[in-house]
């Protein structure tokens, strides 16, 4: 029997910054286990440089990706849902469309490398920052035995994950 590959969609605001690092990363350590996607509730229409420039410096892949709505996952045609995780806690908080399949959520907030003001040393440090707790959420996720494990504690081991090292306020208290 062969093991299911599972979607995951990774929700931001503007799906410019770490809903692309989170796509990314898991694009190339969930190959053939995990199909990544990203979107935003408010996409800005295109991906902030820093975080490609991130993408490559780790050597990960770094072209294809487009700043794009969620309600393109949310059409008839849209691939089923497993996971849809919110790494923003503004998008946390917003009234996500309705996922075909039931998928499962959690929030992995994490703070906006996008925000940063200042050096371009410091804002690559913010996406280097963001990068690092968002690849070891993804690291955890993915070595998950999702075929064996109860829906009861997957979803109690998912909000686990988005209380890891850099949560957000937001993320470190979700239930």
Known sequence: MTD???NVLFLCTG???RSILAEGILRRDGAGRFNAFSAGSQPKGVVNPYALKTLAAYDY???GFRSKSWDEFAAADAPKMDFV???CDNAAGETCPFWPGQPMTAHWGIED??????????????????FRYLRNRIQVFT??????VSKLALSDTLRDIGRMEGATAKADRSE
């Open 4 to 6: 299911p590959v599972y």
């Open 15 to 17: 799906n410019t910054a």
């Open 61 to 63: 892949p770094a072209d």
């Open 85 to 87: 995780f919110t790494v």
């Open 113 to 130: 490398p996008a925000a940063v003001e200042g050096t371009d040393i410091e804002k690559q440090r913010a996406f280097n920052d963001a």
């Open 143 to 148: 070595a998950l035995p999702l075929r064996t």
